[in-house]
């Protein structure tokens, strides 16, 4: 059974960078859709970023365009989400998600996905 788990998370100024890693463990994540995900205190839960399986595709949220980028490792089987000049707004609980449903038209941000980890808290400071 695939389980997911996050980490990476913490305190950064705004401005700087945090990768944020994501392993699976039961099977590749290649033959998953992976989403990231955020929430913040308040506020519901965002699609950030997502990958199809094997890669083929992604997708970023408006918001996080040009400043974080989906990839993965396929020797650690681990997906990453790099963030580049993070804002106070980038604040939230990270999470990692799995969708085993095929996606011809690409990775969708609006949720639906299937198994989750647990998260991995970032905060960035003014």
């Known amino acids: 059974q695939l389980q997911l788990v996050e980490s990476g998370g913490g305190l950064v100024q705004a401005g700087g960078s945090l990768r944020l890693s994501c392993v699976g463990s039961g099977k590749s994540l290649d033959y998953y859709n992976i989403g990231w995900f955020r929430q913040a205190p308040g506020q519901e839960r965002e699609g950030v970023s997502c990958?199809?399986?094997?890669?083929?595709?992604?997708n970023s949220a408006d918001s996080v365009k040009g400043r974080f980028t989906i990839s993965k490792d396929n020797i650690t089987n681990t997906v990453y989400l790099q963030m580049n000049s993070l804002t106070p707004e980038d604040t939230g609980v990270y999470y990692c998600?799995?969708?085993?449903?095929?996606?011809?038209?690409?990775?969708?941000?609006?949720?639906?996905?299937?198994?989750w980890g647990p998260g991995t808290q970032v905060t960035v400071s003014s």
């Open positions: 998600a799995a969708d085993w449903i095929p996606r011809p038209n690409g990775c969708v941000l609006e949720g639906g996905y299937q198994r």
């Open positions: 990958r199809t399986t094997f890669g083929r595709t992604t």
